[in-house]
């Protein structure tokens, strides 16, 4: 028989081969009487696991005087050791020290060990990023059916039918005895949060608790996934199956990362579950891994149930990105050691009829027909976004003529933001933008990259990469990405990727548009409301450059010298509605404007009336927004303050 590597076999259907050379690999002898045990206890493991006090049988290195031995038993492990005489008052019959089975002497190995599920949760801790709720779902995070204690999320993996990611984890975590398929799944478990309807994160989809494994599939709905698992960086790509001696390392609810050493296989486990009964479950079993400490030797504790167990390479150290087990139990109190049960993943992933979930390659730049088209996602600006009407600007006529739109109109409509184009000048006039601090969705920017919108020949209007590349200039948002992301999950997609349109970018020096930098346009934004209650903690907003004759060239394109932004708002401190609006100016940056350089001199700041926006822009606010603008009324519209430092005036 063919020598058998230490990093399991590849088991789903397009799983790659795994790698080669494990130290936990047996020589050929030794791998005979492992078939041979192997086939015994298919043939007898269900007989013996119901003999009294019998907890599970297995494959393992016989034991002599408390150490281990290269010699492979069939391992049968006993609720409580007990001596002769307690046998027969028992009425207990012992076990043979070997069994003849297909012309072996197959020696018998008794250890004390019961097991228990590994879901119940014994202890309050302060809550770790592991038992929060995340807008971004992987592997080692708490879950658990709404109507359970908490358990792990094993892997992201994928339906073999549907192609719909998945997420993979324990019967007992995410169905239980009551549980059915369509039942509500929460992300982190109803122990470490039990708001239910804030932490939905699914639906349970299919589970199993029996020989094949403790195993079950959600849905995931309204959040982002990665399927790398926490603090490990490896993702399931393959599945394999363990050999004794392997070294496994998994990401658990409750104690993190541990490293474990495979020391029994193909066993059988009785295990008590609460509402069903005891179950036979087929699997493995694993001990702490002396090369790799952890805190009490624990590497299995309540809430851990639903991790995954993944192959270490014996050469490097390294994660690999085989699956080898679903862990489910632990030991129970009286067992004599730490050890931790798993399930085979190929058995897990047959029966529940999934497979890895390949990674995605970031994405490339997409055009505007590639990215979602969905006009019921795509309804730009909401005039009623607050208690109070928001109206769109107007324009002067000379730059209304200029503006260039969507199908005849001098807009372009997106998620949560609309924009209205410069034709002459190749930029944005203004955008304006909607914000729910409330519903706000944790996305991120990788993969997207800033494209011409290309439909009815607007990319003709736009500036693109050719002004931005080897230089300080930054492609300046107006609508900021952070601000559109809310609403969700599929808003607030489509909202992160039409922000990277250039119809919502202007040149801004880097300094200037950075608060990492400390822009003083970045800096702004962060701070503009600091001192305010918002109501429902929306806010509306308007802003643009101001578009100048004057404004210098660089690269063909003028650059503009100033920018303008309008804040609408209810200040829940006193219940009024109110109006800021703010010119801010990179002037003294342009001025110094070389070929292939821009140099770094001054900022300044002002807050300004509304009135002086219009003289500014050619833009139109209605009357009535004029009209709560208290700091500055329609008298007062020639006037502007200048702000220095941070010191916003109230």
Known sequence: MAKKTSVPRAAAKKSRSAPKGSKGALAKPLNDEVESIKRLIRAEGEALLKRPNVTSVGIGMKQVGGKTTNVPSLQVTVEQKMSPEALVANAIPPLPEAIEFEGRQIPI????????????????????VRKVRQDVVCGGLSIGHFRSTAGTIGAIVRDTSSGKPLILSNWHVLCGALGAPGDTIVQPGPFDDDRIA?????KLVRSHLGIAGDCAVASIENREIDLKLLELHASVARIGKPEIGDLVVKSGRTT????????????????????????TINGFELEPSPDHPVADNEISKGGDSGSVWMAVDPKTGDVTDTMLGLHFGGEADGSDGEFALACYAQTVFQKLEIEPLPEVPA???????QRQTDASLRMGFRSDFLDFPVPKPTFQSKVGKDLKGLRGQDSIEYCHFTVWLSGSRKLPLCSAWNI????????????LKFVKDERDGLDEFQVGDELYNSNDIDRGHLARRDDLVWGSMEEARQANEDSFFFTNMTPQHRAFNQSMLNGKWGLLENAVLDDVVLRKLRVSLMGGPVLSDEDLPYRGVKIPRQFWKAVFFT????????????????????????????????????????????????????????????????????????????????
């Open 256 to 279: 993190g990362i541990t490293y474990a050493t495979v020391t029994r296989i193909e066993a059988l486990f009785k295990m008590p579950y609460e509402g069903v009964g005891e179950k």
């Open 363 to 369: 994405a490339q730049a997409l055009s505007a027909e």
């Open 109 to 128: 190995d008794v250890l004390q060990r019961s097991y228990v599920p590994a879901f119940q949760v014994v202890e309050l801790q302060a809550k770790p």
């Open 436 to 447: 729910d601090g409330d519903a706000k969705k944790s996305l991120n920017r990788k993969g």
């Open 198 to 202: 804030q932490n939905v994160v699914g």
């Open 571 to 650: 200040d829940d401190a006193d219940g009024s509605n109110k109006a800021r609006a703010y010119v801010l100016t990179q002037d003294d940056l342009l001025k110094t404007l070389k070929p292939e350089a821009l140099e770094l001199d001054e900022f300044r700041w002002y807050q300004v009336p509304l009135g002086r926006i219009e003289q500014m822009t050619g833009l139109r606010f209605a009357r009535e927004l004029h009209q709560i603008d208290t700091q500055f009324p329609e008298s007062m519209s020639t006037q502007a303050i200048l702000i220095e430092g941070s010191n916003f005036i109230s």
